[in-house]
């Protein structure tokens, strides 16, 4: 479709929305129908096309398989590991000892009464699983918890930009940064560098989002990578008040420099905190030793059922074990939040909504042609007064001084205040409104 189209041809087209999709944002047309010539060109990054209905439905079928590919790999981990083999032989040869004993053995009546005592372990070892499970859970919740953080502050950084930054240079680069500080992040956390090819520090280039030669400069410093990108943006903050044109009072600077500085500061916090909970684990003694509780556990109560459960007991067994393994398995996977499983947290899902809704805010910013403290033209100059409107109708000014609610009560209006009375006896004189029920006393 041509991208000259103007407003009037395209409002003659049946779907005026998706001629207007198919405009590019930068050349839209004002409300009076003129295009702005002295509009910037776009950033490189903010041209994307847009995905259709067919993709996306190619992407969920792809999702999908992925999802079902996890789920598989996981049970088939869990089901078909060498240490199953191991406990079902294990305990196979224990059940086959205990079973071939004699009816009268001290032993077999031994292991006829610990049941009680297997039932207070299993207990433990069940309050031991539940702990580390929680523990695993809470260090998942906290990388989501930040990770939303960063989102959020990502997003406001660039919005304080809109408001407080004048120069258009500066302000597509703070949110350029802001786009690789998200990115940086995600090869941050995952070991990895920006410029990897995992990573997406060459579709950031591609995009026009950041230069080659500053993504080298990242990959180079020893620092954590998004710590180039505050620091950068901190810069570019400084800059961009500086070059104000003299527009912006000094306390009006200084309120939003201290706004902005603080984004920065709770963007700092939250990676600060994501790399604090890829770095420490959890203990390595409470590990062995819930390990060690497992082996105790499993290899007591083998010994227990076995009198009872005859040669069920392996299978009991075996059960009983995949069932721990595989929350054992979810808390293993939910230690390291930023990783590649499924149930770790999409990281790149993350970083795909940031710059989306970045892109989504400069977009807005070119499309809006009057001030948003205003509103557009056709917005009433005059503010909205409530008094003004009911006096504007007698027949309502009488409605709502006699009202037939319930919960108001009907009658003489005593009012004792002779300026509130005087006010009231010249405006229903000025407006002609028939007169009310006042009380003599007061007039």
Not at 209 to 223: C, L
Not at 227 to 234: F, G, K, P, Q, S
Not at 240 to 247: F, H, I, S, V
Not at 321 to 332: E, L, P
């Amino acid at each position: 479709m041509d991208h000259e189209l103007s407003r009037n041809e395209a409002a003659a087209c049946p779907d005026w929305t998706k001629v207007m999709r198919a405009l590019p944002t930068w050349k839209q047309p004002y409300r009076d129908g003129e295009e702005d010539p002295k509009a910037p060109p776009r950033p490189a990054f903010m041209h994307r096309p847009s995905v259709q209905m067919g993709e996306k439905s190619l992407q969920d079928e792809v999702a999908t398989r992925a999802r079902l590919k996890h789920i598989l790999k996981s049970l088939s981990g869990v089901i078909f590991g060498i240490d199953l083999l191991a406990v079902l032989l294990v305990s196979s040869i224990v059940t086959l000892l205990v079973n071939s004993m004699s009816s009268g053995n001290v032993w077999l009546s031994f292991l006829l009464g610990s049941k009680a005592a297997i039932s207070t372990l299993g207990a433990f070892y069940s309050f031991a699983l539940v702990f580390r499970t929680n523990i695993c859970y809470s260090r998942w919740w906290e990388g989501r918890t930040l990770w939303g953080s960063i989102i959020i502050y990502t997003i406001r950084i660039t919005q304080q930009g809109q408001l407080w930054i004048e120069d258009e240079a500066l302000l597509a680069r703070l949110s350029c940064l802001a786009i690789t500080f998200s990115y940086a992040c995600k090869a941050q956390l995952r070991g990895k560098s920006i410029e990897d090819d995992e990573e997406d520090g060459a579709k950031l280039v591609l995009k026009g989002v950041i230069s080659q030669e500053e993504i080298n400069m990242i990959a180079r410093t020893t620092a954590w990578q998004p710590y180039y990108c505050i620091d950068a943006m901190r810069a570019t903050i400084n800059e961009g008040l500086k070059a104000d044109r003299g527009n912006m009072d000094d306390w009006r600077k200084s309120a939003a420099h201290h706004a902005m500085e603080d984004t920065i500061c709770t963007l700092s916090s939250s990676i600060g905190g994501c790399i604090r909970v890829r770095s420490t684990g959890l203990p390595v003694a409470y590990d062995e030793m819930f390990y060690a509780m497992g082996g105790i556990f499993f290899t007591a109560a083998c010994l227990a059922w076995a009198p009872a459960a005859g040669f069920y007991n392996p299978i009991i067994v075996l059960v009983i074990y995949i069932v721990v393994k595989m929350i054992v398995v979810v808390g293993n996977d939910m230690e390291d939040p930023f990783g590649f499983d499924k149930s770790d947290l999409p990281l790149e899902k993350f970083c795909a909504t940031i710059e989306r809704q970045i892109n989504a805010i400069d977009e807005r910013a070119d499309m809006i042609t009057y001030n948003l403290a205003y509103g557009p033209p056709s917005y009433p100059s005059s503010s909205y007064s409530t008094f003004g409107s009911t006096l504007s109708s007698p027949a309502t000014t009488v409605h709502s001084l006699e009202s037939d609610d319930d919960d108001i009560e009907i009658g003489l209006m005593l009012e004792t205040d002779p300026l509130v009375v005087q006010s009231l006896h010249n405006v229903i004189t000025s407006h002609k409104i028939p007169p009310l029920r006042f009380s003599p006393l007061t007039l």
